[in-house]
């Protein structure tokens, strides 16, 4: 009888968890990855230097974006889509990265299948949150 080492018998484990059978959530989290980069640098960009050509703007410490002005930015439709777009992605890529993290633990397939509804709860439970917020500026845009 052999003594089995600690990579042996964590190898015996992982092998024993059940593999996901689709590549679409994996595909899903490099896709959102690569479009939080685009959207966080339009939504950095914007909030950050959007104010710096607004007429009688002359330091950047005196004039701070206030609520009016990203309540008529929401009035156009582009930065609506962009908010929501941002909000959804978000979190859609940390929410699968939690549940990846999961996976990679060694969760079995009936904790996998609550960890998921769960995390989709709290995904959906924020998704509305969020967009109870864009809602808000929206009304005085």
């Known amino acids: 009888m052999a003594v089995m080492s600690r990579a042996d018998l964590r190898s015996r484990q992982v092998g024993r968890v059940k593999q996901p059978q689709t590549i679409w959530p994996w595909l899903a989290q490099r896709i959102t990855g690569v479009v939080l980069v685009v959207l966080l640098a339009i939504h950095i960009g914007v909030n950050h230097f959007g104010n710096l050509d607004k007429p009688g703007v002359t330091e950047r410490t005196r004039e701070v974006i206030v609520f009016s002005d990203v309540a008529h930015r929401l009035a156009m439709w582009w930065w609506w889509a962009i908010d929501i777009s941002l909000l959804a992605f978000v979190l859609y890529h940390g929410l699968n990265g939690i549940r ?36 808000a500026f929206r009304r005085y845009g």
């Open 100 to 135: 990846n993290i999961a996976l990679d633990l060694g969760v079995k397939s009936t904790g996998d299948k609550i960890i998921s509804v769960m995390l989709t709860v709290i995904g959906l439970a924020a998704f509305a949150f969020g967009m109870a917020g864009i809602i």
